[in-house]
Structure formats: structure tokens, C-alpha cells
Nanobody, 127 residues
Framework: QVHLAESGGGLVQAGGSLRLSCAASRRTSSDYYMGWFRQAPGKEREFVAVITWAGDPTRYADSVKGRFTISSDNAKSTVYLQMNSLNPEDTAVYYC????????????????????WGQGTQVTVSS
């Protein structure tokens, strides 16, 4: 069982920045990807970004492209999400997640591809 622990959420004004972290308790040689998702009140959980543990390639949701950056630190088994130019529409609980350990030809962006989830961290952006 993989345990994922997010940190770094909080309250920020519009235009501000936050950096989220996600530490994985363990990894295997078949663990290739880590993803970030978010869920706003009354909405479905949605994809934000995904990365390979090698650090490249990455993929982003259109709504965050150019503002958010996902990165990984192999030595620390930690994935980060740098969020800049935040706006109130970014308010949500942010989750890191790991898919079933297997290589895929396409980076996984569907919530159903992921089997391990962190507890989530709240990000609130005030206008």
C-alpha cells in the first residue's frame, strides 16, 4: 500500500502563488507516474497535472497550463505543484495520486486510472 501525503495548501489572494508537495511512502520500479487532481465544492474531481518520476514528460489541464508547474524529486519520492497567478476558480481540495503501477503509452489523466490517493489539501483563493 502506497501512502501519499500532501502539504502546502492554504489561503492566498488572487494573483498569488502556492507550492504543494506530495510525499510517497514507497515506490517500486513499476511506478512511473504521479498526478495532481482537484475537487471544488459540488463538482467532480478533475485532472490538473501529471508527471513521470523521471521528470519528463508532463501534461496539464488546459485551465492551468502556463500557470502551474509539476515537478518531481526522485531522491525524496516527492512531487510538487507550483501554482502561480492563482484565481478564485482554482479554489478546491487538491489531491495527489498514483496510478496502478504499469507503463502506459499515454500519460494517465483520467481519475479512474489512479488507485492511490492522498488525503487532500485545501487551496482557497480570495478575490
Amino acid at each position: 500500500q502506497v501512502h501519499l501525503a500532501e502539504s502546502g495548501g492554504g489561503l492566498v489572494q488572487a494573483g498569488g502563488s502556492l507550492r504543494l508537495s506530495c510525499a510517497a511512502s514507497r515506490r517500486t520500479s513499476s511506478d512511473y507516474y504521479m498526478g495532481w487532481f482537484r475537487q471544488a465544492p459540488g463538482k467532480e474531481r478533475e485532472f490538473v497535472a501529471v508527471i513521470t518520476w523521471a521528470g519528463d514528460p508532463t501534461r496539464y489541464a488546459d485551465s492551468v497550463k502556463g500557470r502551474f508547474t509539476i515537478s518531481s524529486d526522485n531522491a525524496k519520492s516527492t512531487v510538487y505543484l507550483q501554482m502561480n497567478s492563482l484565481n478564485p476558480e482554482d479554489t478546491a481540495v487538491y489531491y495527489c495520486a498514483a496510478p496502478f503501477p504499469q507503463w502506459r503509452a499515454v500519460l494517465p489523466t483520467n481519475v479512474h486510472d489512479y488507485v492511490h490517493w492522498g488525503q487532500g489539501t485545501q487551496v482557497t483563493v480570495s478575490s
